[in-house]
């Protein structure tokens, strides 16, 4: 227990003090990066603490992995440095035993990373996003265009040319009914459906039927007019970045694309990556075990150079499968995961030939 303490006090302090170094990088880095529009649109001195401010918990999130290989690799690269460790060999205890603690403490990490994103890294980063947005005056117009949505099922297919979400209304408009086997039941056209009283009222709507004579317009049943009740919300342009969203909010968005036809493999790999991306921290500290004990000198630059490569690399991994799974080269859930299985492969094989 006593061994145990040791290390522990040895490594959270070395933890503490990279992670604050790495939240005042990032921090700095994206106030430099704005800068220069911060100052064009005389943008206040306390809007900006405050942008920064709902800004730390994001760069929290993303300083605790390299942090947490930092300070593993720095502390075991000292204890060898200071040959504390060739007693704790001589005993029996292999590097794997030693350094158990320490991956409890990053599988903790792991969850911890999960639930602070999706509860607090997520609401202040949009808040930061959307005060950012505010004050350097860039809008997003929900209006949309193109549209194909399918509702109820896929029994209802609605196509418009433009919504105005101002006055929540769809122009040069096409519905298509099916029944339940899918087969077509009614094509529908009117030049502008209006909202109102929750359905969407028609402008002259014609139905498309066959006869004898070929394709005629035909007044549409009133039966068929009450089925038209998906909310403008749908139609709205809700392009959102899934990794501004929590989870549930992340999988409704991909439900929405699903249901309006559109490609989710990117936002897909975006969500899995929610989930696979907190295990970052026990990988890196499983990573650390392995990498640590490779020199007795200089210990903090080549602790900090190898963090740093190691971080790099699998930023790196995980980039490119990321754009495969966007462009449907692999399955979204391999393009987040593979890059989880592979360090923890790589780890495991750094371990087996560590200094012991």
Do not use: C
């Amino acid at each position: 227990m006593k061994i145990i303490s040791y290390m522990l006090k040895s490594f959270f302090p070395i933890f503490i003090g990279a992670l604050l170094f790495f939240i005042l990088v990032l921090n700095l880095t994206d106030l430099f990066m704005n800068l220069w529009n911060y100052i064009s649109k005389g943008v206040s001195t306390k809007d900006v603490g405050t942008i920064l401010l709902y800004y730390i918990p994001k760069t929290i999130w993303y300083s605790i992995p390299i942090a947490m290989l930092f300070a593993t690799a720095y502390m075991l690269s000292d204890f060898y440095a200071k040959n504390e460790l060739l007693a704790i060999f001589a005993s029996g205890i292999s590097l794997f035993r030693f350094t158990i603690p320490l991956l409890f403490v990053a599988v903790a990490m792991s969850f911890f990373m999960f639930v602070f994103e999706d509860f607090i890294v997520v609401p202040t980063y949009t808040k930061k996003v959307k005060m950012q947005e505010a004050v350097l005056q860039k809008e997003k117009s929900l209006n949309n265009s193109r549209i194909v949505i399918m509702a109820d099922k896929g029994n209802i297919i609605y196509k418009a040319d433009f919504y105005d979400d101002f006055v929540k209304r769809l122009y040069t408009v096409y519905f298509i009914i099916r029944d339940d086997d899918k087969n077509l039941r009614a094509l529908i056209y009117t030049d502008n459906a209006s909202w109102n009283d929750g359905k969407w009222k028609l402008s002259n709507p014609v139905e498309y039927k066959n006869s004898a004579d070929g394709v005629v317009m035909v007044p549409v049943e009133n039966d068929l007019l009450e089925l038209f009740t998906e909310p403008p919300e749908t139609f709205r342009n809700n392009t959102i970045s899934v990794e501004e969203v929590n989870t549930k909010q992340a999988r409704e968005y991909i439900e929405h694309l699903e249901k309006a036809g559109l490609p989710s493999a990117e936002e897909k790999s975006v969500y899995y990556k929610k989930f696979s991306f907190p295990f970052v921290v026990f990988i890196v500290v499983f990573l650390a075990v392995g990498l640590s004990g490779k020199t007795r000198k200089n210990v903090l630059i080549i602790s900090l150079a190898l963090s740093i490569t190691a971080v790099v690399l699998f930023y790196v991994t995980q980039m490119v499968t990321m754009l495969m799974a966007k462009f449907q080269t692999i399955p979204p859930l391999f393009g987040a995961w593979f890059p989880v299985f592979l360090f923890i492969i790589i780890s495991s094989v750094l371990l087996k030939y560590a200094k012991t």
